[in-house]
């Protein structure tokens, strides 16, 4: 493909998974995937991917066949349901049923097939920009924090794949920018590397409701430490060079609100240069940024 057409075949890409995910996440079923599968003899991950094309309206074998091999097929990914029950915070963290204000720590569940996002973008060498797209073919059962209705924060495959690239690197005392449900905090406090995590929130009524149910379940609680503040007038007024070896932030919703906070708080990493900084979808969000991968 050449330039103009990846640019172009990478807005479609995202226009058409925006709909899809907004609208229509569960519209495939289980039945229809073994179906194709089985009749026509191919993968799961390939029925699928012909499924997710027949509803964004992608005519697959003819007219938008380049589209559908170039895209659509390194795009989807039947995920493995017992990776995720197998990591240490969905084998040992068990979150209630609680509300306070206008918050709520509920359990949300995955439809069989249910389309969700579970990477970051996948940017070959040839400018495509392809979503990762995941299903699993039995329910999934995922913890969620809600205010006012709204999903603010979840541990959905997406999060754990894409915090534990930032976990790896955690060492020393490290601080965080943003609570939501302390899988960052449990994964970096279980690291010999790592002295002390530092948490940065907002939200007292987060803060109160993890305090209570959530970090009593920690195994290292005593290297943790929760300080209710903004980012930015942390980063600003409270940090200082040398207190931490190490930051994570993660205090945005996705890469929609991401992209102006990330460049903030870039600008506050030039005052901490000895200071390894890490952030939640980066690449996602470098690859928004990059407005010569676009239309």
């Not at 194709?36 to 991950?45: A, L, N």
């Not at 969905?90 to 969700?116: D, Q, R, V």
């Not at 290297?223 to 190490?246: L, Q, R």
Request: glycine letters at 4%; hydrophobic letters at 40%; one cysteine or more.
């Amino acid at each position: 493909m050449s330039p103009t057409e990846t640019r172009h075949f990478n807005g479609r890409i995202c226009d058409l998974m925006s709909i899809l995910l907004n609208i229509a996440s569960d519209f495939i079923d289980v039945s229809s995937v073994n179906e194709i599968s089985e009749s026509c003899g191919v993968t799961k991950e390939y029925a699928y991917a012909e499924l997710v094309a027949a509803v964004c309206g992608v005519d697959s074998a003819e007219k938008d066949r380049t589209f559908f091999k170039n895209y659509f097929l390194p795009m989807i990914h039947e995920c493995d349901k017992s990776i995720f029950e197998n990591d240490p915070y969905y084998k040992n963290i068990k979150i209630p049923e609680l509300t306070k204000g206008n918050w709520k720590f509920t359990n949300m569940k995955l439809k069989p097939c249910e389309a969700f996002v579970c990477n970051d973008f996948l940017v070959p060498d040839d400018g495509r920009l392809i979503p990762q797209i995941g299903f699993f073919t039995e329910e999934f059962p995922y913890p969620a924090v809600l205010e006012n209705g709204r999903e603010w924060m979840t541990l959905m495959p997406n999060e754990t794949v894409t915090t534990l690239p930032a976990v790896k690197k955690a060492h020393g005392k490290v601080v965080t920018f943003g609570l939501g449900l302390g899988y960052f905090t449990y994964m970096a406090s279980l690291k010999e590397e790592v002295e002390s995590v530092t948490v940065v929130e907002l939200s007292s009524d987060v803060i109160s409701l993890f305090e209570e149910h959530i970090l009593p379940q920690f195994e290292n609680r005593d290297k943790v430490k929760i300080i209710c503040a903004d980012a930015f007038d942390f980063a600003e007024n409270t940090m200082k060079p040398g207190d931490f070896d190490f930051v994570f932030a993660d205090f945005w919703h996705d890469v929609g609100d991401g992209r102006e906070l990330y460049l903030k708080m870039k600008e506050y990493e030039k005052n901490f240069p000895e200071t390894e900084f890490t952030y939640w979808l980066e690449d996602t969000i470098k690859c928004y940024l990059d407005r010569d991968l676009w239309p």
